[in-house]
């Protein structure tokens, strides 16, 4: 480990950040968030290749770096850990950190297996410890705005949910799928779709609820790695709102879709989970809701986190919410050919 500088914050009602895992997502979407988020500073990093931590913390004015986990998780001037490191190693670092004492803040998807998830949440229980999950969709304005017009019954009653989204297999993901940790289930769970799905799957229970009941189907259908390319999946939600997803990651480029849709007995809203609009449709005719999201697209959420942290708000995302979408991706995945835990 080496420190930058000495003048590290002071202030005990400051969350102190280390980050495990200082890698592309960190780069806009997280790690510059946790200096520009009242009472929160990043005051170390690590990642297992000590250059490109001290890489990291030179461009980003961090203090300090590390090339071990175990030495940031037990650096005295850290309060808090953000786990940003593939989803198999995000179980063994939680553990630690909540052992040691830490606030943890997870990556979705929280771990690659439930099994795994639920070790997670029990360690935070008989610790007492704060864990939160980056479900970080539901922190922003966009989807905020989805969850008001379904609380003012804009569209009525709802009756349907569904999810479709097509993507070629040689997307800006897929550069390179050999080396691709996101497509080799031993480091991700599963494909792009245990990537991609979690934050789609957590809006459907943000919005609706819990699932009642749940069933899918996956494949390999290219075979250019080793996870399923193609996933559907169905669920009855409360109040007899009916769900229905698909997912296909090596469909032609023509057909590039990502669409969120919500029919009601009066209308309907769809929007892109990853992009900035929201269509609604009633009697009174179409409004598309346009915005902007944020530079570092996290910061909303990691705004909630800190709050949590300092017992000054409740948890932006549990454990057992994640454990919701965790639930539906294996049982969509997998579901079919292994037993998967309780809803």
Known sequence: MESMQTNLPNTAATIHWGIIGCGNVTELKSGPAFNKVPNSALIAVMRRDAEKAKDYATRHAVPKWYSNANELINDPTINSIYIATPPKYHEAYAIAALQAGKNVYVEKPMSTDIASCLRMQ???????????????????????????????????????VTITMLQPDKSAQMENPATNWRVDPALAGGGLFYDLAPHQLDLVFYFFGKALGMQGFSANQAKLYAAEDIVTGTMLLNNNILFNGLWSFAAAESLHKDVFEI??????????????????ETEAGTEVLSFKQPTHIQQPMIEKIVQYFLNNGNNPCTAADAIQSMTAMEQFVYGHRKPTGSL
Do not use: W
Request: hydrophobic letters at 45%.
């Open 122 to 160: 029990t360690v935070a229980n008989n610790m007492g410890g704060k864990l939160c999950i980056a479900h970080y969709r539901r922190a922003l304005p966009m989807f905020l705005q989805v969850k008001k017009l379904l609380a003012d019954n804009t569209i009525g009653a709802i009756r349907a």
């Open 263 to 280: 029919i009601g007995s009066a209308g309907k809203i769809s929007f892109p989970v990853f992009g900035n609009e929201i269509t609604v």
